[in-house]
């Protein structure tokens, strides 16, 4: 009948029409983020040397800006971007983190605590190395937000790779959730090893200063890996592919069962700071313990090759453990700064990591490395280690 034909071919029309619509998109949305995974257009690439290896100086607990009323404050800042130059020099890494609390935010004012990143960045500008940042809790507190940091180091520091996470990832003021590619050779198609910057948060909240904001990475962070993870394999080809090292300011609080258990042979480092309330993401407050769960599970569930995840904020640690339940290392960083909390013979100093190739089931070799030069607890992370 010519109704029901008419009707079946306006079903069938609407039919591929939609298919034929549903192709198209499917080609854009995968054509935009395909050809051109790259979050840094028309910036100079990150790359391994010729010579095959990939060496990050990692700058921790910075803490500028402390007491400026006073003499020691401002001394401890001279202090701190004296070790910084000393160590760039030597050192000349291709890639300088600083792993959070670049600032003590509880000491600084309004009209001026961004001055404090304008000092930071002074050395790291000198040396023309490539760095991004993450933050901390002494970041986020009456006069200073992680956000506000980030968009001054932007502003001053043309060698910065920071980013913000998309609006909606990262909760309150964790602003700092992003991810840099870094290649075997500038022209390679693909990268071989992904740096991963997350944001713990904590401290306090702009304008009183007196309302705590999470010290976890929070939850919202776990469908963003997911999705930038799959943006990656489907353009790059298998995560297997590419190894991974990961920076955030604050611990998973899995760390913590595993300090009774270190050894000084497997363990090297400084172990000088008994974790407890607060020193790792999410105990603050026992009614939020296992709130970085989400985050922990879902980074080590959907990134491989993870090499290591690297923190600071427990000034008197230096040592890298194996994570059981994940089965990934974990290192912390040292204390750089003359700011913040230091005990008697901790010294200050850098961790080293050198990643030895860009083949993902390549060793880090990394140290720590005090003001003077002098290294200590040398450890090869690889397949083998405990
Ligand atoms: C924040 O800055 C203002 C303006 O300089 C100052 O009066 C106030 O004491 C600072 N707040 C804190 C908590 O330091
Ligand atoms: C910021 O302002 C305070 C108060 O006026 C002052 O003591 C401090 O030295 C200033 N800090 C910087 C980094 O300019």
């Known amino acids: 009948m010519p109704a029901q034909l008419l009707s079946t071919a306006v079903v069938f029309g609407l039919y591929f029409a939609t298919r034929f619509a549903d192709v ?44 400026p009323w006073d003499d020691w404050g401002p001394e401890q800042d001279v202090n701190s971007l004296q070790l910084m130059r000393t160590v760039l020099a030597d050192e000349m890494p291709d890639y300088v983190v600083l792993n959070g609390d670049l600032i003590t935010g509880e000491n600084t004012f309004r009209e001026n605590s961004t001055k404090l ?29 992680h956000l506000e940091e980030i968009q001054r180091e932007l502003l001053v520091a043309p060698n910065s790779y920071t980013r913000l996470a998309p609006p909606g990832v990262g909760g309150e003021e964790g602003p700092g959730n992003y991810w840099v590619p870094v290649y075997t050779k500038d022209t390679d198609p693909a990268p071989s090893l992904i740096l991963w910057f997350f944001d713990s948060r904590g401290g306090f909240a ?151 190739s860009p083949d993902p089931s390549s060793a880090l070799d990394t140290w720590i490395r005090l003001e003077d030069g002098e290294t200590r607890a040398r450890v090869l992370l690889d397949q083998n280690y405990h």
Not at 25 to 39: E, Y
Not at 54 to 67: A, M, P, Q, R, Y
Not at 341 to 347: A, D, E, N, P
């Open 206 to 356: 702009e304008g009183s200063g007196t309302t705590p904001v999470p010290d976890w990475v929070d939850s919202s962070v776990t469908d963003w890996i997911k999705s930038e993870t799959e943006a990656m394999n489907s353009a790059w080809g298998p995560a297997e592919e590419r190894s991974a090292i990961a920076f955030v300011h604050i611990p998973p609080h899995v760390i913590q069962a595993l300090q009774s258990g270190l050894d000084s042979v497997r363990n090297p480092g400084l172990n000088a700071d008994v974790l407890g309330s607060g020193s790792t993401q999410a105990t603050t407050n026992s009614a939020d313990n296992g709130k970085d769960d989400p985050f922990w599970s879902t980074l080590n569930a959907n990134v491989k090759n993870l090499h290591a995840v690297i923190s600071g904020h427990d000034h008197g640690n230096e040592w890298c453990v194996r994570e059981p339940t994940q089965n990934v290392i974990f290192c912390f960083d040292k204390h750089s700064g003359y700011g913040g909390y230091s005990g008697v013979g901790w010294g200050h100093g850098v961790r080293n990591v050198i990643v030895q």
């Open 117 to 145: 990143i304008d000092e930071i960045m002074a050395p790291i500008n000198e040396a023309g190395v490539k760095f991004s940042s993450t933050h901390g809790n002494h970041d986020n507190q009456a006069n200073i937000t």
């Open 24 to 67: 198209v998109s499917a080609i854009a949305l995968d054509r935009t983020p395909r050809a051109n995974l790259d979050p840094y257009p028309g910036r100079p690439r990150v790359s391994f040397n010729s010579d095959g290896t990939f060496k990050i100086t990692v700058f921790s607990d910075l803490h500028f800006g402390e007491n």
